[in-house]
């Protein structure tokens, strides 16, 4: 079974080029019959084969890597927010915000919710990314390498839309346990002491109750921030780089893996912040449904601490996307560069022209 997902994962039209290659005692790989190229099992310089298990392996680890870091690390700034979400008319703002926190919980009331965002964000960043660069594979393979060239925006979005399916299931226990440490006054403190309480009054539900707001606030973000990433590498190559990919730097490479992410950031706080407002309510108030909330809340209370959420998000995509990048390199994993038109499909366009 495995060998046969590893030959389909060969023929990915994301795969990038790959040279043949001779082992000592071992016959010269063959052609593959849909391309015009050699599959070699692992390219030089390369650790693991582009679709292996172990290749999916690290890119799962370079994602828990990825959300558990960065997510971790801006915990002040969405403690914060999620207040501003919940209580705007005493948290008025970013900078209100921390006054207050700081003023009643002290420094330390900063870090409010940190194990439940690592534990819960490393395992979203396995699925997300692990299952992503799946998918993609996978999604090319069905609709064929010309298809997913030309389609290619569609089949970034599909991929990504069902990674974080999987993901937000991982992640809606924690999530619900740091909204309410973070957000209900007097509620535990710590994830050992808070998880309990929530079993206790509402069952194994009380930790996905909040699974359905997180499908609508994460996917469309995800979507977006994977779509717009790999387009805008794409254009930054193209258009603002002056030179291939292949002849820049690691470390030139890198930057333009931030700036992407960066701007795929911008975009995805934008779109998913009425549903991350919905969500953080949802969790504080009790008994309550996500229409309860959005009706509760109005047009203009979906909409309070996004500015807070774009310097958040902007900032966490473009660290997640160069974690995520600097990992594929410290392990040497292929890297394809952005996707070129087939030849089949030039030929065609070619005599179309004649």
Same mark, same amino acid.
């Given at each position: 079974?495995? !060998? ?6 060969? *023929? ?13 005692? !071992? ?30 392996? #690290? ?6 890597? !990825? ?33 207050? %926190? ?29 299952? #992503?660069?799946?998918? *993609? ?11 997913? #060239? ?7 979005? =599909? ?7 999987? =993901? &937000? ?6 999530? +619900? ?6 957000? @209900? ?21 009380? $930790? ?40 820049? %730097? *690691? ?5 333009? %893996?931030?700036? =992407?992410?960066?701007? +795929? ?33 109005? $047009? +203009? ?18 660290? @997640?996307?160069?974690?995520? &990048? ?25 005599? @179309?022209?004649?």
């Amino acid at each position: 079974m495995f !060998s046969g997902f590893w030959e389909a994962s060969r *023929k990915s039209p994301f795969a990038g080029p790959t040279v043949a290659a001779k082992c000592e005692g !071992s016959q010269q790989t063959q052609l593959i019959p849909t391309r015009n190229i050699s599959a070699a099992a692992i390219n030089p310089g390369e650790s693991c084969e582009y679709g292996s298990m172990v290749y999916y392996g #690290y890119c799962a680890f370079g994602g828990l890597l !990825s959300c558990g870091i960065t997510h971790t690390g801006i915990v002040p700034l969405d403690l914060v927010k999620c207040r501003i979400q919940v209580n705007p008319e005493k948290y008025k703002g970013i900078f209100n915000g921390f006054k207050i %926190t700081i003023k009643e919980d002290g420094i330390r009331g900063l870090g409010k919710g940190w194990a439940p965002t690592f534990f819960g964000y490393s395992m979203q960043g396995i699925c997300k990314y692990g299952l #992503y660069e799946v998918f *993609k594979v996978v999604y090319g393979n069905l609709i064929g390498e010309e298809n997913a #060239y030309v389609y290619r925006t569609g089949l970034y979005l =599909a991929a990504s839309a069902s990674a974080e399916f999987f =993901a &937000d299931i991982a992640l809606s226990p924690m999530e +619900a346990v740091k909204v309410r440490i973070q957000t @209900q006054p007097g509620f535990a403190h710590t994830l050992r002491t808070a998880a309990p309480i929530i079993y206790g009054q509402e069952g194994l539900w009380g $930790f996905y109750k909040g699974v359905v707001p997180l499908w609508v606030r994460q996917i469309p973000y995800t979507m977006v921030k994977f779509a717009c990433f790999e387009r805008t590498v794409e254009l930054l190559y193209k258009h603002v780089v002056p030179k291939p990919r292949d002849e820049c %730097t *690691k470390g030139e490479q890198l930057v333009v %893996t931030f700036a =992407a992410g960066y701007i +795929a950031g911008v975009f995805c706080a934008i779109v998913s912040h009425p549903a991350d407002t919905i969500v953080s309510k949802l969790n504080q108030d009790k008994g309550s449904t996500a229409i309860d909330v959005a009706k509760k809340l109005g $047009f +203009a209370g979906l909409w309070k601490g996004l500015f807070a959420r774009i310097i958040m998000i902007g900032t966490l995509t473009a660290a @997640q996307w160069l974690i995520y &990048d600097a990992v594929k390199v410290a392990f040497r994993l292929p890297r394809p560069p952005p996707p070129e038109m087939p030849e089949s499909l030039k030929k065609k366009l070619a005599a @179309q022209q004649v």
